[in-house]
């Protein structure tokens, strides 16, 4: 079965200073991985997705994610946080082994908190 | 030009009712979903339909049923509303399915009194 962990419920960083948003995930396959961003009252957006080739990630916003097979991770990068990126963050996979039927799986959310 | 757009955003019933959540989406996806935000934030899929045809059945009680009269609209109905039936619904569409991205709707913020 397939699984997402972001271990951090909340990570908080001042505006200027790069964020990191981490998540790990579990897949029988390959994984298909996917950043969306909510904001308060509103659904989710994307952000950006892996599904092949280069491991690094460019998405909107200025945010980018660094596949890492061996660490089977999929961490998110900004190098300078805005106090309007304050939102939830949720990682999510798909496993490409379990064919048609296959759901996306999200991760229990990171909430980001930048002050100035 | 919402590309994804459910009704209502608020829904406010008693226990025991029926209620219905509709769901449309304009951007020419053949696959659509439900999806159940708890309030914890946790996300997660119901159902999910392809070409009108169901493909992605979750364990939810048999009182929730999904309907797909076309490929641009996935209605969602709940019998018999529970206290526990209080959460966010979110619909989602994409192109096709395993690498397709889903582009989310609003929501729908259901609470069963």
């Known amino acids: 079965a397939q699984s997402v962990a972001q271990p951090e419920d909340q990570v908080n960083v001042a505006e200027g200073n790069p964020l990191t948003v981490k998540c790990t995930y579990s897949?029988?396959?390959?994984?298909?991985l996917f950043w969306y961003v909510q904001y308060p009252n509103r659904g989710l957006q994307f952000l950006l997705k892996y599904i092949t080739g280069d491991n690094l990630v460019k998405g909107s916003y200025g945010f980018e994610a660094e596949f890492n097979k061996s660490q089977t991770s999929f961490h998110l990068k900004k190098p300078s946080a805005l106090v309007s990126d304050s939102a939830l963050y949720f990682c999510?996979?798909?496993?490409?082994?379990?064919?048609?039927?296959?759901?996306?799986?999200f991760g229990t959310g990171t909430r980001l908190q930048v002050t100035l | 030009d919402t590309a994804v757009s459910q009704t209502p955003k608020y829904l406010v019933t008693q226990m025991g009712n029926d209620k219905s959540i509709k769901c449309e989406q304009n951007?020419?996806?053949?696959?659509m979903y439900w999806y159940k935000q708890d309030s914890k934030k946790f996300l997660k899929i119901m159902f999910s339909?392809?070409?009108?045809?169901?493909?992605i059945n979750e364990t939810v009680p048999n009182r929730f049923s999904p309907k797909s009269p076309d490929k641009a609209h996935l209605n969602l109905h709940i019998n018999s509303l529970e206290l526990g039936d209080s959460a966010v619904y979110f619909c989602?569409?994409?192109?096709?399915?395993?690498?397709?991205?889903?582009?989310f709707g609003p929501g729908t913020r259901l609470t069963v009194l």
């Open positions: 951007l020419g996806h053949d696959t």
């Open positions: 989602a569409s994409s192109k096709g399915l395993a690498t397709d991205t889903q582009y």
């Open positions: 339909y392809n070409n009108k045809e169901l493909i």
């Open positions: 897949v029988s396959g390959n994984p298909y």
């Open positions: 999510a996979v798909r496993d490409l082994e379990t064919g048609t039927a296959s759901k996306l799986t």
